[in-house]
């Protein structure tokens, strides 16, 4: 092929200029995740060398004025609503790829899948401004205050869920069709072959999709910072307002200063540190395409 | 070809079906209820002078119009740096690398993680790096080049699709001609490739216009009329945000503000469907 690495036979002096162009712009791409590390860890330090990972933990409460530093809240906030959306959404994404592989006459289930993708492009800041204006004087009517955690996890679910559907409907439309014929011919009604063949054999397409939607709930920050009511505490009840830790950054970011600055910053290495490995559980999963 | 004739249909056939299908109609009602709510409350303060006139009373009353040119400024800035590098890098992973070279392998590492980066840490970076260590302060620039690093990987991906469907026998060809790689990229890949490059463009302009998380913090929240790039300028999320919760009485502006950004992103998606379909399908250059 062509595309070999130092092609020593091109006589052309622009080929070799360009080729480093093209290295350039390559290595400025392929660094700029370094680069947020970097200045992540540059801005963390102070707090780091100050305070110390431990006080992050052990710390009486979040109050960053009289020096206190607990995340532990935060984490909680930000684990909680995240588990429940992945919950929720996991099977309303799976069904809804069911639905439009195997269950929807051939044009609504292309309109559905229109719609979906439609879905996952809305801003989060529209979701939740509708969450805010909606859900939230729903929720409060039923049990007050209204903003909380539920609110949180209803909006994340609604916008995890096209990430869940559309990988799960691409995987399920790649699985080998011979698999279906031989489910058919074995007479195998549909929820069957669906439970029985579909599932096994689209295993690693669905799991990506479910981890790459936890990554979504877990950076998600707009949306949840205007539904959650933003208190500092280990939510008790699904109506308890939280604080996920980056509503906590998008909040507190506009006056930090010195230490207070730097523990937010460790928050963001927190995040950084969900979904990298996040990233990589993915890159596993997908590379280990097992078929049942 | 599944067999949905299910002559006797069981128990769990039957509950199987009325799940899907209540899922999806769950699903689908959400939508409608989120857009219909949106498009009832916003269409009706929706006007040219909405669209035109700067916003007065911390946006209660007033228009839209500066937040409109502060928020085409952050994406210009953007695409003008994301679109060369990422143009770029797609060319040296599609055709300059082997799929099992470190260089390689290392940049699409990288670009794997940057894409799941969540925007507030986006946001964090951005204000630590081009608003302080830059010292570019609260700016368009700083936002738009924050918004690049964002969309980069998105426009790598499809940029680098784009190239790979190009036939082998194109640059087999032109390696037989004699041509350098350089023409041959230029003259004949690129043109070929530009669909795919398009499709990634529409895709990374529609993940930076609905952006809010990682502009606050580096475009800041001015909504006045931008004299330059240096200038903070509110992008239209962060309207549709600071109306909704630091404004009493800015909902209505916030439905209107919030539709007209939906619209944009439905064109933005009409014009991927669009394209994919019309363009991506006859792919052969006729040059």
Redesign the interface.
């Known amino acids: ?5 130092n ?1 020593i036979l ?3 002096p ?2 070799r ?3 480093w ?16 590390v970097l ?2 860890v ?2 963390a330090l102070p707090a780091l060398q100050h305070i110390g990972i431990a006080r992050f933990f052990t710390d009486p409460s979040w109050h960053p004025a009289e020096h206190f530093y607990n995340l532990t809240p935060m984490l909680w906030g930000t684990l909680f609503a995240t588990i429940g959306a992945v919950l929720v959404a996991t ?2 994404g799976i ?2 790829a ?2 439009c592989q ?3 006459p051939p044009a609504l289930g292309r309109l ?1 899948r229109k ?5 996952a ?10 969450g ?3 859900l939230v004087p729903l929720i409060g009517a039923i049990h007050p205050p209204g903003p909380s955690l539920l609110a949180g996890i209803v909006i994340l679910t ?1 916008m995890i ?1 096209p990430t869940i ?1 559309l990988m799960a409907d691409a995987s399920l439309a790649s699985i080998p ?1 011979q698999y ?2 031989g ?2 011919a074995l ?9 029985g063949v579909v599932f096994p054999a689209a295993k690693s397409g669905l799991f990506t999709g479910v981890i ?1 939607g936890t ?1 979504r709930a ?5 949306a949840i ?2 539904v959650c009511g933003n208190v500092v505490q280990a939510p008790q009840s699904l109506f308890d307002p939280v604080r996920t830790l ?1 509503a906590n ?2 909040l507190e ?2 006056y930090a200063l010195g230490n207070h600055r730097a523990a ?2 460790v928050s ?1 290495l927190f ?2 540190g969900m ?2 490995a ?2 990589g559980a993915a ?1 596993r999963i997908s590379r280990e395409k097992i078929y049942a | 070809m599944l067999n949905t004739l299910e002559p006797h249909p069981g128990g769990w056939e039957r509950l199987a079906t009325t799940f899907v299908w209540s899922a999806a109609a769950l699903v689908t009602a959400t939508f409608c209820w989120l857009l219909g709510d949106i498009i009832w409350h916003g269409l009706s303060h929706i006007s040219w002078a909405f669209l035109t006139t700067p916003p007065r009373n911390a946006g209660r009353e007033g228009g839209i119009g500066p937040i409109l040119v502060s928020t085409l400024l952050i994406l210009g800035v953007c695409l003008g740096v994301a679109v060369p590098l990422g143009v770029g890098t797609a060319v040296l992973l599609a055709e300059f690398t082997t799929d099992t070279s470190l260089f390689g392998r290392l940049t699409r590492r990288s670009l794997d993680v940057l894409s799941g980066v969540p925007s507030i840490v986006f946001g964090l970076f951005g204000n630590a790096f081009f608003c302080k260590t830059l010292g570019l302060g609260f700016s368009i620039l700083s936002g738009g080049l924050t918004l690049a690093c964002m969309v980069l990987p998105i426009l790598i991906r499809s940029t680098e699709e784009g190239f790979r469907t190009v036939p082998t026998g194109y640059r087999l060809s032109a390696a037989a001609l004699g041509l350098s790689r350089t023409t041959t990229l230029l003259y004949l890949l690129l043109p070929a490739a530009v669909p795919g490059l398009l499709v990634g463009l529409v895709l990374g302009v529609g993940r930076a216009i609905a952006e809010t998380a990682a502009l606050i913090f580096t475009s800041g929240y001015v909504d006045r009329m931008p004299q330059s790039l240096l200038d903070s300028g509110r992008a239209l999320s962060v309207h549709i945000f600071d109306l909704s919760m630091n404004v009493s009485g800015g909902d209505s502006h916030a439905y209107a503000s919030a539709l007209v950004l939906i619209f944009a992103l439905l064109a933005i998606n009409g014009a991927t469907s669009w394209l994919t379909k019309h363009w991506l399908s006859r792919r052969i250059v006729t040059v």
Do not use: H, K
Request: aromatic residues 10%; charged residues 10%; neutral net charge.
């Open positions: 092929m062509t595309s070999s690495d092609n091109s006589r052309w622009t080929d200029l360009l080729l162009l093209l290295r350039g712009t390559a290595a400025i791409a392929g660094s700029i995740v370094l680069l947020i200045f992540l540059l801005d099977p309303l069904l809804s069911v639905f195997y269950y929807a559905y719609l979906i993708e439609l879905l492009g809305i801003p989060s800041v529209v979701y939740g401004f509708w805010l204006v909606v609604i869920l559907a069709p279906l014929r489910a058919a007479g195998l009604p549909r929820w069957a072959t669906i439970r790459l990554g877990i950076g998600e920050t707009m910072l205007m980056t950054i998008a970011m506009a937010l910053f963001g995040l950084m979904i990298a996040l990233v890159d």
